[in-house]
């Protein structure tokens, strides 16, 4: 029987294969496409209808036949011979299915082999072969294209004209011969299409390429309203058509739905989603067919929009159909099945991931109400936060991080319930579970596994952080959880930990997107000088989770009152320095510099005694007032090891700084208990206010307000305190404060420059040289007792007396002097001189506050004085530079600042180029702080942080590799995107000068991305408006040939070569 059922199978492929092969007809030269199409169909149909007749090896074909003829009312014989051809296609089909049936009832399958079970299966006797299955599919796809297509309505589907070249054809020929009865037609193929596709083996065959044109079919059966008879709408505009033509009957419509319903159950949904999206459509389009004129798409009718979207409303209500409507719309951008490159281009593409959200925050109008609506779907949603796939996790997080934000803005209450209660769960349970090890039984009870809290964990990371935006809703959500993030952060800091990272960004973005006061509050309580309300059970500890995440548990008994007391001392430490760390992450927000202030508030305590109880940070009994105040001691200690002065970030918080220390130093003298310590803080307080006021800061008006709450302070101090300079200091102190810099005393102008070393300018204004002498005599005189160095003033060289003598000089008003100054101290830096060595920050600060003169020959001189100090010592200048390069300036001072950081620019140019090779030490700071220089708002700071950019890629040589894609990127973004000549200008030279560094070595370094490059630079010569740009990338393309032929035709040398010989 196996022969004979392959030949049955075989004989019916080979009947399709004669019927829609093309062949060879002739016909006259001027017939149109139209006519040759026509005519070969009616070639293909005789000439098959006669080997049926005559051939005898298809006996068994010509029976199964008729016997399907029988079954299906097809007429054969009618004067259209595209009719005809369809109606055969069909036979032809319907046989291929009943042959299957009859293969697969008369197949037994064989035993298996027990000695060979790792053998496959064999294959179901209704298997088509490859070729079989295309000739099937190119079977189907005529039976749609003339039997479906032609009468559907237009705007109903995808027209035929913008499909392919034969579909165009295809309308020409069947707009001429429009039968009267299309719509007995339509349904009568629908249904045969269906019926075939009852077999599991044409399933797939009939819906991977048809099912667009199926629904739609469906639903114009289905769907359409009567108006009159359905056949006048349908025959509108076409010729040949006769309105007495009747339409289905209501039965055959009820079936058209149900087979509809079936269809799109059945079906895998991200094609059923995909096809209703199409078919729905959406505002007028317009196409461009590939034989013609642009040609206008028509709008789906609105009876076909609304159907659709019901179908799209319930399919994502049904389960999983979240998931499915954003397969649907995000597979066709390359993810899915296929994935591939492509989809990480649709990871990228945003807007159409927006829009997918959009889609899903919306409530459909089907639905009962919005309650109902996100009580399905956000569990749903938060499910694409957990897909494995590589391929589509990227695009389903944002699709869920989107759709969640906008679910939180539209309906905070209704998200909340159903969104960020299930997400935040696992945290919200760290904090609230009571002891449970006692209630079991058990030694240990896992309240949070690894995996929920890991989900959890990143969840919130990629909504928070990710997602970017901080809604009143969310960050009241966050706030509930924010301290368990918290001891999860700190136990992760122990070990190795996934976890670590996602909880410090969590933190640092909430610290940094809070409210000032909220910040400072949720600060003060994970430092533990306010009640945690939730707090960790004292049962329950994390522990590591075998995956490298955490998990919490909850203990049966507790440890004695020693190991308790040293546990919780422990903690506090470590809690200390886990909150400094994070600190210490925040520099460039004021929130480190507002809480250190806070924490030297508390300190007040320490001086205040009992009657502090009002303090800020002093509440509650006097156990709780000590450890309270301990925990602040140990809190300053911390942040002052680990942050340093960088704590502060503007003016204001160093004024406020110095309120706190005058405040504590007038409650220890009331209290009678100062010691050494205040002593020490007050003096350096006052110096910071003379510094700041003898010109180390610029002051505004703004800071001179926030000084004023020192007067009352300074006042008490000069009645009270014991030491007589300190009093002058304060009384000077609160006259020049009261008028605002206007009145400075001599002793205000001595304390300025001993705290700044002498450095300011304005202080020569207060001061004759006798008295700054004297003033700079004193500094020295304590820098050498710190330093326990055993030589007196009167005993300096003088070559110290000279460099002292110079670096005044460099404060000089007269240009000439103080340009001449400063070359000299660039001088003996270059000869190492042992004073200029010892005072190199100051020399440093001295260049850096000249680069602002107004005069070239002496800002010119301080860039010189400035490259060679980085040249010398570019671990310590380096850092310094960049950082001064890269911050923004303020609105009122952004042209003074731009011209600064451009002078700087030129400072780190000359520093890069006599770095050489030694500058791929410091490759990434230079290429992150030039990258992030390209999007400033300034268009000269961008050229010049491209010029940067482009002489470094000339020293770093092969090191250049690992960041070119990112360099490339910004330059092609800088051709392509940037309005202004000049920053073009200066992207395509950092391309020359890239290949000019390189030289021969080009093509190897810069392999992955050269040809890139060169259609960058052709782009550029060809497209840009400014001729400039069009020479600077013509010079590009010149070195560019100039590699090329240099690395194909290398230059010969004739070399004399002597050999000895043995």
């Not at 409507?325 to 597979?331: A, F, K, N, Q």
């Amino acid at each position: 029987m196996a022969p004979t059922t392959v030949v049955r199978l075989q004989t019916v492929t080979e009947a399709l294969r004669g019927l829609t092969a093309p062949t060879e007809v002739t016909v006259v030269s001027q017939a149109s496409r139209e006519n040759v199409l026509l005519q070969t169909l009616s070639c293909n149909l005789s000439a098959f209808r006669q080997k049926l007749l005559q051939d005898p090896d298809i006996l068994t074909l010509r029976q199964l036949r008729e016997n399907v003829m029988t079954q299906f009312t097809l007429p054969l014989n009618s004067d259209d011979i595209v009719w005809n051809f369809v109606a055969e296609a069909l036979v032809l089909l319907l046989c291929l299915k009943q042959a299957m049936i009859d293969v697969l009832a008369q197949f037994t399958p064989p035993k298996r082999n027990p000695k060979s079970p790792e053998c496959a299966p064999p294959l179901s006797p209704d298997t088509l072969s490859i070729s079989q299955q295309k000739t099937v599919q190119s079977a189907l796809q005529f039976v749609v294209t003339l039997g479906i297509c032609p009468y559907l309505l237009p705007g109903v589907g995808v027209p035929l004209r913008c499909r392919s070249e034969f579909a165009v054809t295809v309308e020409k020929m069947v707009g001429h011969f429009m039968p009267a009865d299309g719509t007995w037609r339509l349904h009568t193929v629908t249904q045969v299409l269906l019926t075939i596709a009852g077999h599991p083996s044409l399933e797939s065959l009939v819906f991977s390429g048809h099912l667009g044109d199926l629904i739609a079919s469906l639903c114009q059966l289905g769907y359409l309203p009567i108006k009159g008879q359905q056949d006048s709408v349908l025959g509108k505009g076409l010729p040949g058509y006769r309105a007495s033509q009747k339409g289905l009957t209501e039965d055959e419509r009820h079936g058209c739905k149900e087979a509809l319903r079936k269809t799109l159950d059945q079906v895998y949904q991200p094609n059923v989603i995909k096809e209703l999206l199409i078919l729905q459509g959406g505002t007028k389009q317009v196409a461009r067919a590939r034989s013609g004129p642009t040609q206008t798409i028509r709008q789906a009718p609105a009876w076909l929009r609304r159907l659709c979207g019901q179908f799209l409303s319930q399919a994502l209500m049904k389960p999983h159909g979240v998931q499915a409507v954003v397969r649907g719309i995000l597979e066709g951008a390359g993810a899915g099945l296929a994935g591939g490159r492509s989809a990480e281009a649709a990871a990228s593409d945003w807007r159409k991931c927006d829009a997918v959200a959009r889609i899903l925050a919306s409530c459909p109008q089907q639905c009962l109400s919005v309650a109902d609506y996100y009580q399905q779907v956000c569990p749903q949603v938060i499910e694409l936060f957990h897909m494995m796939d590589t391929l589509t996790a990227r695009q389903f997080q944002r699709v869920a991080t989107t759709t969640l934000l906008s679910m939180v803005k539209e309906q905070p209450n209704l998200a909340d319930r159903h969104l960020l209660r299930p997400l935040l769960a696992p945290l919200v349970t760290c904090l609230r579970t009571e002891g449970m090890a006692e209630e079991s039984g058990q030694e240990e009870v896992v309240i949070v596994g690894e995996l929920e809290l890991t989900r959890s964990v990143e969840d919130v990371y990629k909504v928070c952080v990710v997602g970017n935006d901080p809604l009143p809703r969310l960050m009241e959500s966050l706030e509930g959880v924010i301290r368990a993030i918290f001891n999860l952060y700190c136990f992760t800091k122990q070990g190795v930990s996934h976890l670590r990272t996602p909880c410090q960004e969590i933190l640092l973005w909430f610290f940094q997107k809070s409210e000032t006061k909220v910040a400072l509050q949720m600060l003060k309580q994970l430092a533990g000088l306010l009640p945690l309300i939730p707090s960790l059970q004292p049962l329950n500890q994390f522990t590591a989770g075998s995956e490298g995440g955490v998990k919490l548990i909850s203990k049966r008994t507790v440890s004695d009152d020693d190991e308790v007391l040293y546990g919780k001392v422990y903690w506090d430490q470590w809690r200390a320095e886990c909150l400094a760390d994070l600190l210490s992450s925040l520099k460039e927000s004021n929130i480190a510099g507002d809480f250190f202030i806070e924490c030297l508030k508390g300190l007040a305590c320490l001086a205040g005694g009992a009657n502090c109880t009002s303090a800020p940070n002093c509440t509650g009994d006097l156990p709780d007032l000590q450890q309270q105040q301990l925990i602040t001691v140990q809190l300053v200690a911390v942040m002052c090891e680990k942050i340093g002065h960088s704590v502060f970030s503007n003016t204001v918080q160093v004024i406020e700084f110095i309120v706190a220390t005058l405040e504590r130093s007038c409650m220890s003298m009331v209290h009678r208990t100062e010691e050494m310590v205040e002593a020490q803080t007050l003096s350096m307080g006052m110096g910071l206010i003379a510094a700041m006021l003898g010109g180390a800061v610029q002051l505004t008006s703004k800071d001179f307000v926030a000084m004023k709450s020192m007067l009352s302070l300074l006042t008490q101090l000069s009645a009270t305190h014991p030491d007589p300079v300190i009093q002058e200091l304060a009384s000077d102190l609160r006259i020049t404060i009261a008028t605002h810099g206007a009145f400075s005393t001599q002793v205000v102008s001595e304390a300025a420059h001993c705290t700044m070393g002498n450095k300011t300018e304005g202080a020569n204004r207060c001061i004759d040289p006798g008295r700054a002498a004297k003033a700079s005599a004193v500094i020295e005189d304590r820098e050498v007792s710190t330093s326990d160095m055993a030589v007196q003033p009167e005993a300096r060289s003088s070559s110290s007396s000279q460099f002292h003598h110079i670096f005044e000089a460099a404060f000089d008003p007269e240009v000439s002097t103080r340009a001449a100054a400063i070359r000299t101290l660039t001088q003996l830096i270059q000869q190492h001189n042992p004073d200029a060595l010892r005072n190199q920050e100051k020399i440093l600060t001295v260049f850096l506050e000249n680069l602002n003169h107004e005069d070239s020959f002496v800002y010119l001189s301080a860039i010189q004085g400035v490259s060679v100090l980085s040249d010398m010592y570019p671990a310590r200048i380096l850092p310094e530079l960049l950082n001064k390069y890269q911050i923004s300036p303020e609105e009122t001072e952004k042209k003074q600042s731009v011209e600064a950081r451009m002078k700087i620019g030129e400072v780190l140019m000359r520093s890069t180029r006599a770095l050489g090779e030694m500058a791929s030490h410091y490759r990434d700071q230079l290429i992150h702080v030039y990258l992030m220089g390209t999007r400033d708002s300034d268009s000269s700071l961008r050229a010049s942080s491209l010029s940067n950019l482009g002489e470094l890629c000339s020293c770093l040589d092969f090191a250049v590799g690992s960041v070119i894609h990112e360099v490339t990127a910004c330059l092609s973004a800088m051709v392509k995107t940037e309005h202004e000549a000049e920053v073009r200008r200066a992207a395509i030279h950092v391309i020359t000068l890239l290949l000019r560094g390189l030289c021969e070595k080009a093509l190897q370094v810069l392999g992955d991305v050269l040809r890139d490059l060169y259609h960058l630079l052709k782009f550029a010569a060809r497209t840009d408006v400014d001729q400039l740009v069009q020479l600077h990338a013509q010079l590009a393309l010149e070195e560019l040939d100039h590699v090329v032929k240099r690395v194909l035709f290398p230059e010969e040398k004739l070399e004399k070569k002597i050999m000895i010989l043995p």
